[in-house]
């Protein structure tokens, strides 16, 4: 099974002021396909986790370009490069190269 | 635009039989090579995968779950399902069923809460 470890565990934010967040994986998500089995959700309070980016970097239908993903092999990172009050909830990082799909413990973002 | 939902009892009762099902609409009805999951998410385990059941109706099952987990999908209805026996407080999670394939976005349903309560 593939361990998702993400970091930090919580994380304080100005609004306007950029935001980064790391997710390690125990084995590299790259596929023999050549892409990168890495999702980022948000879930803000009370919903479902809702898709940031997927293929590690390509950014989800009708999601701001603020929300960035980048990484490769084992190490992952989500930035915001302007954080906005909407943007609070917690952070999940997913990996789905190879079953058990696997996720981070989250991160907690505040303003 | 392609929505799944969720459906089934709320409240199951301990050592009983857990039955949700997944509807899919919207969709072109390709199969695509997507795969169709099923997962969970509560306080205690956070977000935990259940299992998967391919275009070719191959299943896949989280071994912790494996003995008590069936998935299967019926194309011509558009649906697919969870099947979780003996159930226990610890199976009490909100449930998500979830689309993927090898180079779209994953498409997420909003999620049942199953409560296991006598």
């Known amino acids: 099974e593939i361990v998702m470890t993400q970091s930090p565990l919580s994380l304080t934010v100005t609004p306007g002021e950029p935001a980064s967040i790391s997710c390690r994986s125990s084995q590299s998500l790259l596929f023999s396909n050549g892409h990168t089995y890495l999702d980022w959700y948000l879930q803000r309070p009370g919903q479902s986790p809702q898709l940031l980016i997927y293929?590690?970097?390509s950014r989800a239908s009708g999601v701001p370009d603020r929300f960035s993903g980048s990484g490769s092999g084992t190490e992952y990172t989500l930035k915001i490069s302007r954080v906005e009050a909407e943007d609070v909830g917690v952070y999940y990082c997913?990996?789905?190269?190879?079953?058990?799909?696997?996720f981070g413990g989250g991160t907690k973002v505040e303003i | 635009q392609l929505q799944l939902e969720e459906s089934g009892p709320g409240l199951v009762k301990p050592s009983e039989t857990l039955s949700l099902t997944c509807t899919v609409s919207g969709d072109s009805g390709s199969t695509n090579f997507h795969y169709w999951v099923w997962m969970r998410q509560s306080p205690e385990k956070g977000l935990e995968w259940i299992g998967s059941i391919d275009y070719r109706g191959t299943t896949y099952y989280n071994p912790s779950l494996k003995s008590r987990v069936t998935i299967s999908k019926d194309t011509s209805k558009h649906q697919f399902s969870l099947r979780l026996t003996s159930v226990t407080a610890a199976d009490t999670a909100v449930y998500y069923c979830?689309?993927?394939?090898?180079?779209?976005?994953?498409?997420w349903g909003q999620g049942t809460l199953v409560t296991v309560s006598s």
């Open positions: 997913m990996q789905a190269v190879q079953n058990p799909l696997t």
């Open positions: 293929l590690g970097s």
């Open positions: 979830a689309r993927r394939d090898l180079l779209t976005s994953p498409i």
